[in-house]
């Protein structure tokens, strides 16, 4: 898959997704090696009004949404693939007035659970602000929303 045909699949994925919409999150850069998304820093995202620092559920929201989405840079084709765990440790605070990014990657994908990880960072990659860890049910090419497939596992009912 192009790196431009993932970028609109990536695109077209954080559409329909309302939070995000409110959020302004935006696709940064897609490509088979992972997907990077933007936090754009508003007033509406900040924690704490005396020094500006972004709200830690904000920066939550974009961090399973980046390693949510990053499953359309390894699936063929679309998925619902809906978070099962996440777990993101915060290193430090993100700086106000700044824009922060998402960065995550799936380094395991099996037929029942796409494994994830990744940082949000701002101005340096090197100097994340979170790490995260997440892993994402496959539930199969055209589920829609309340009819998933029934599980690969024999004894295990849906």
């Known amino acids: 898959m192009s ?46 009004p005396e020094s500006g620092v972004i709200h830690g559920g904000a920066i939550t929201t974009l961090m399973d949404t980046t390693c949510g989405i990053s499953t359309v840079c390894v699936l063929a084709e679309f998925e619902v693939c809906p978070t099962l765990d996440l777990r993101i440790d915060y290193m430090h605070p993100a700086e106000p007035n700044k824009d922060v990014f998402g960065f995550a990657e799936c380094y ?19 100097q994340p602000i979170a790490h995260v860890v997440g892993t994402f049910m496959r539930m199969g090419k055209g589920t829609t929303a309340g009819k998933p497939r029934k599980p690969d596992i024999q004894g295990v009912g849906a």
């Open 108 to 126: 395991r994908v099996t037929p029942n659970i796409i494994f994830t990880r990744g940082y949000a960072y701002q101005d340096d990659p090197a």
């Open 3 to 48: 790196n431009t045909f993932l970028l609109e699949k990536a695109q077209r994925f954080l559409t329909v997704l309302r939070h995000c919409q409110v959020l302004g999150l935006q696709v940064h850069d897609a490509s088979p090696q992972g997907l990077t998304l933007r936090l754009p820093y508003s007033p509406q995202i900040v924690g704490d």
